[in-house]
Each structure stands twice: as structure tokens, then as C-alpha cells.
């Protein structure tokens, strides 16, 4: 394998700070995060894309290391859009994988990887960003995704959630058994840096199947409520939730103009509330309490890949 660090650079610029950005307490010792979410892969709702876009939206940045996007990009699969204008060509829009360092409503310092999800190399795109988090001092890796789900808009948007180690989602329920899934980036880096030693999860939002192909905000506002619950980041959320209202208005009076769409929708919540139902029992754990997923009644693998499969489909 080639040397790993051939494939980044460290912006090494300290006296460039971001305008305005708050500071963290002395001696603050909390755990440093790193958040990463590559788009290319399954993003129903575009729930990881809209959550990212907040994040630097609202919160002060500025980047402090970026992947040769060259070695690990197939620009003929994913050919970048350019702007014709007359008679010459005026632009186009490169992909870019940027690491970014950010300050939350608190002062407290994280990171945030974002981009394209690497075509190739994925180990080795593993090993560097494991040396990167060596140099940046990470604690803790957490990545974020949205599925397809056979869930109806009007209830509380759920997750699954994973780790390396059970403790860092305690009290969090388990989905499934044991399936098996298309592989990607994200999940081998998450497997990578946990074999590194670093603590490494993740937060997989279930987006109404029929609405995977949208924008669906409240996806993106249970991903970023989930990470400030096991990291301790104080994250700004009232435009996503503000955003997640106006949708939500908007596909009840979408689903309330067709019969067939309400029956679906009626369906879909009878389903979720018997099975909702049926998990009230709690077994002790390691974390207090775990609650109960009988397997009759865990999400069926097969059924769950064949959905991921036909969303991916869907995908340009």
C-alpha cells in the first residue's frame, strides 16, 4: 500500500482563526469529535448532507487539512458540472474532501470531515485519516447517515445507532440481528479507527421510505440531537427545526390530497405503533436498562437491503 500521508495535507497556518469563533475554557479537557459524513453512498432525506450544511453554516470553521481528491475520485462515474457560457467554458465545480475545525455554540473545539466518499483506496484513505486523527489528538469518531425506512412521517423519527463499544450508545435500542449490507467508506473507516484504538460510532436516521428522495430536515435534526447527546457538543439546531416543521406541514397537506397516500400513510402508523407497543418490556444491562426487541419483531435484513438496494437504484 502507498504511504498513506501522501494523500492529504495539513493546512499549517495557526494564525489564520476563524472570524469571530469563541474559546474554548482553559484547561478544558473534554473529548475532541470528530464528525464525518461522505456523501455517495445511501443519504435518504439527505439527512448527512443537510445536517453538515448547518453545521457550517452556523457555526465558525475553516479547514485544517485537505485529501488529494485526484487519487481517490472516479470523475467519469461522477463527472463534475461545468458552466458553458457563449463560447468558452467558464467554471467547474471540483470535488473536494476537507477537514474542517469547528467551535460549537460553547467554544468547544471539534472536527468535521466532509466530502465525496473515496471511489478507491479505501484503506488507505482509512489509514491517513487515522493518522490524522492521531495528530489532531481525537478522542472519539462519529459518523452519520440516513436509510430508507418503512416508518410514517407523523411519528418520532428513529435511529440506529452503532459502536465499538456499547457503552458510547447505552440506552440507545438494537434494530437487528445479524444482516449483511453494501459496504462503504464511512463503515470501513469506522472499523479502521476502532481497531486503532480509537472509540468510533454512529447514527443511522430512518427516513420515511417515501421520502428518502427529498430534503427531509427533521432527519438531519435527530442526526444532530443524537451527537450532542453522546458527545457532550453543544450544537445549534432552531433553523433545522424551524425547516423540519415547514416540510412536515407541507407532506401532511401532500398526503391529505390523496386517498391512497393516506391509506398508505394510516398503514405505515399502524405498524409502527404495534411494534412500538410491543417493546415495553426492559431487560438490565451494562448501561441500567436495554429495552426489548423480540426477534419476531426486529427489522427483517433481507427486506431492509432490498429497500437500501432500490434507493440506491434511484440515485443518479
Do not use: C, K
Amino acid at each position: 500500500m502507498l504511504p498513506p500521508e501522501d494523500l492529504y495535507e495539513i493546512v499549517a497556518d495557526p494564525e489564520v482563526e476563524s472570524a469571530g469563533a469563541p474559546t474554548a475554557e482553559a484547561g478544558d479537557d473534554q473529548r475532541l469529535v470528530l464528525v464525518h459524513a461522505l456523501a455517495g453512498f445511501v443519504d435518504a432525506g439527505s439527512a448527512s448532507t443537510l445536517a453538515v450544511q448547518h453545521l457550517l453554516a452556523e457555526l465558525p470553521s475553516r479547514v485544517v487539512a485537505r485529501f488529494d481528491v485526484d487519487q481517490l475520485h472516479d470523475y467519469r462515474a461522477r463527472r463534475p458540472r461545468m458552466v458553458f457560457t457563449g463560447d468558452r467554458f467558464d467554471s467547474v465545480d471540483l470535488p473536494e474532501l476537507l477537514l474542517h475545525e469547528l467551535r460549537d455554540t460553547a467554544g468547544r473545539r471539534f472536527l468535521l470531515l466532509v466530502g465525496p466518499e473515496p471511489d478507491v483506496q479505501w484503506q488507505r484513505f482509512a489509514a491517513a485519516v487515522t493518522q490524522l486523527v492521531r495528530h489532531f489528538g481525537v478522542d472519539v469518531a462519529v459518523s452519520l447517515q440516513g436509510i430508507p425506512w418503512a416508518a410514517p412521517h407523523t411519528r418520532p423519527v428513529g435511529l440506529t445507532a452503532h459502536a465499538s463499544d456499547r457503552m458510547l450508545i447505552s440506552g440507545r435500542p438494537r434494530w437487528f440481528g445479524t444482516i449483511e449490507v453494501p459496504g462503504h467508506a464511512g463503515s470501513v473507516l469506522e472499523l479502521h479507527l476502532d481497531r486503532a484504538g480509537t472509540s468510533s460510532m454512529g447514527f443511522s436516521v430512518h427516513v420515511p421510505h417515501y421520502l428518502a428522495t427529498s430534503e427531509f430536515p427533521s432527519a438531519a435534526l435527530t442526526l444532530l440531537t443524537a451527537v450532542s447527546e453522546t458527545t457532550g457538543l453543544d450544537l445549534p439546531t432552531a433553523a433545522l427545526a424551524e425547516a423540519a416543521t415547514s416540510v412536515l406541514v407541507d407532506v401532511d397537506a401532500q398526503v391529505a390530497a390523496s386517498e391512497e397516500t393516506r391509506t398508505a400513510v394510516d398503514s405505515l402508523e399502524r405498524q409502527y405503533d404495534a411494534v412500538t407497543a410491543g417493546r415495553g418490556l426492559l431487560a438490565p444491562g451494562q448501561d441500567g436498562a436495554v429495552p426489548l426487541l423480540p426477534e419476531d419483531e426486529m427489522a427483517n435484513g433481507e427486506e431492509l437491503a432490498a429497500e437500501l438496494e432500490r434507493y440506491l437504484r434511484q440515485q443518479d
